[in-house]
């Protein structure tokens, strides 16, 4: 069955650094990759979108990767600040039209 | 305009009660979704509804768990019997349609817990 993986552990940047988090998936090669950003308490809150056809996506100071050989999708934010502190989730698509969701990698800034 | 609404934002209740949960989608969205979140783990998906069309209930965790979409509209959860481990965050989504790229706009949540 297909899983995701993200970065289990909390991930700690210093403010003004690209912080880059992982998302890689074991089977089925989806057509479309999510990224999600929740902050406690909250609903997530969607944030970029890539296709298999689609190496990069840029939106401000976020850029996206998909490498379907490697199965892996890169997020980072440059020139990072503290009010991007969050959970950063990944989610996508299945073959029934599911889609499936990452447990999600917190990330803190520090000032 | 207004987002996706959820209520209650919180329900306590005890073991074997049922309860519902409200989720309100944006209008004119046609798909709408249920997950369920556990601490520390990923979203779980439980039902989705598209237009007219037979939910998908495949990702139900057992017969407890029913859900409604009244008019193409509200959704209602609904927990028969509620166990300790039903406790989670259910969070409602709904999109535009479901389009292979659709974004799915969330609700806060609501927060469940079973004693």
């Known amino acids: 069955s297909q899983k995701i993986e993200q970065n289990s552990e909390a991930l700690n940047i210093q403010e003004g650094k690209t912080a880059t988090l992982t998302c890689n998936y074991t089977?089925?090669?989806?057509?479309?990759l999510q990224w999600y950003r929740q902050d406690p308490g909250r609903g997530p809150v969607f944030l970029l979108l890539?296709?298999?056809?689609?190496k990069e996506k840029r939106k401000e100071r976020l850029k996206v990767t998909f490498d379907t050989t490697l199965k892996q999708s890169l997020f980072h934010i440059t020139a990072s600040q503290p009010a991007d502190s969050a959970t950063y989730l990944c989610?996508?698509?299945?073959?029934?039209?599911?889609?499936?969701f990452g447990k999600g990698t917190r990330l803190h800034i520090l000032p | 305009g207004a987002g996706v609404s959820q209520s209650p934002s919180n329900k306590v209740t005890e073991k074997g009660k049922d309860v519902e949960l409200r989720c309100d989608p944006i209008s004119g969205h046609t798909a709408l979704y249920w997950y369920r979140q556990s601490l520390g783990q990923g979203l779980e998906f439980l039902i989705y509804f598209q237009g007219n069309s037979a939910p998908d209930k495949s990702g139900l965790p057992s017969d407890r768990f029913s859900a409604e979409r009244t008019g193409g509209s509200v959704s209602t959860l609904t927990i028969q019997r509620t166990q300790q481990e039903d406790s989670a965050v259910y969070l409602c989504?709904?999109?535009?349609?479901?389009?292979?790229?659709?974004?799915?706009?969330f609700g806060p949540g609501t927060r469940l817990t079973v004693l």
């Open positions: 890539i296709r298999e056809n689609e």
């Open positions: 089977n089925y090669s989806p057509a479309y």
């Open positions: 989610a996508l698509d299945m073959p029934d039209d599911k889609i499936i």
């Open positions: 989504a709904s999109s535009l349609d479901r389009g292979d790229t659709d974004t799915q706009y």
